[in-house]
């Protein structure tokens, strides 16, 4: 069974740091592109990062880029977001989604919350 | 980055077909996927690439894709299909993978 299960959300402060992991499970994860997706609180699905399966190629939505920082470690069947500046605005329920055949994201995990506030 | 743009909100009578739309010039080149999202759930995949059911969705959802525009198709709406659908796709665009549509809710009477 496919599991992604996020974890690192907490409330911090404006300018502040974190580091968000992603736990797979249930498939080769060396295999497959994976990405960070983010929902601000009543608000639609943004893609935020992704990361091909060998971690040679790295994309960030402009709305992160110079702040967001993608990892991942194979052997550890993991995937990271590092979280820089942290502002306001980027508050919002960050998943993981794994990106099957790189046409579709097949699997979700169940999100974990990130609360920028002072 | 491209844009896919979709209806905010659809209702529909329990029973009857709806249909909700996703446009942008992306979809000339790739296929929308459609994902159902219910309230403090993560998002579903429920249709892929010209027109997949993941296993276990219903047969009852359905998609099309022509020119700038897909489609996600509910034929005989039920109580549980009411939440908020989400188009998303490859993005034609350098540097900017993917994109997703800002959502449409769908109310069923």
């Known amino acids: 069974e496919v599991k992604l299960v996020e974890s690192g959300g907490g409330l911090v402060q404006p300018g502040g740091s974190l580091r968000l992991s992603c736990a797979a499970s249930g498939f080769t994860f060396s295999s497959y592109e994976m990405n960070w997706v983010r929902q601000a609180p009543g608000k639609g699905l943004e893609w935020v990062s992704c990361i091909t399966s060998s971690g040679k190629t790295i994309y960030y939505a402009d709305s992160v880029k110079g702040r967001f920082t993608i990892s991942r470690d194979n052997a550890k069947n993991s995937l990271y977001l590092q979280i820089n500046s942290l502002r306001v605005e980027d508050t919002a329920v960050y998943y993981c989604?794994?990106?099957?055949?790189?046409?579709?994201?097949?699997?979700w995990g169940q999100g974990t919350l990130l609360t920028v506030s002072s | 980055s491209s844009e896919l743009t979709q209806d905010p909100a659809v209702s529909v009578a329990l029973g009857h077909t709806v249909w909700i739309t996703c446009q942008g010039d992306?979809?000339?080149?790739?296929?929308a996927n459609w994902y159902q999202q219910k309230p403090g759930q993560a998002p579903v995949l429920v249709i892929y690439g010209k027109n997949n059911r993941p296993s276990g969705i219903p047969d009852r959802f359905s998609g099309s894709n022509s020119g700038n525009t897909a489609s996600l198709t509910i034929t005989g709406a039920q109580a549980e299909d009411e939440a908020d659908y989400y188009c998303?796709?490859?993005?034609?665009?350098?540097?900017?993978?993917?994109?997703f549509g800002g959502g449409t809710k769908l109310t069923v009477l």
């Open positions: 998303n796709s490859r993005d034609s665009s350098d540097n900017h993978p993917w994109v």
């Open positions: 989604a794994r990106a099957d055949l790189a046409y579709y994201f097949d699997f």
């Open positions: 992306t979809l000339r080149r790739y296929y």
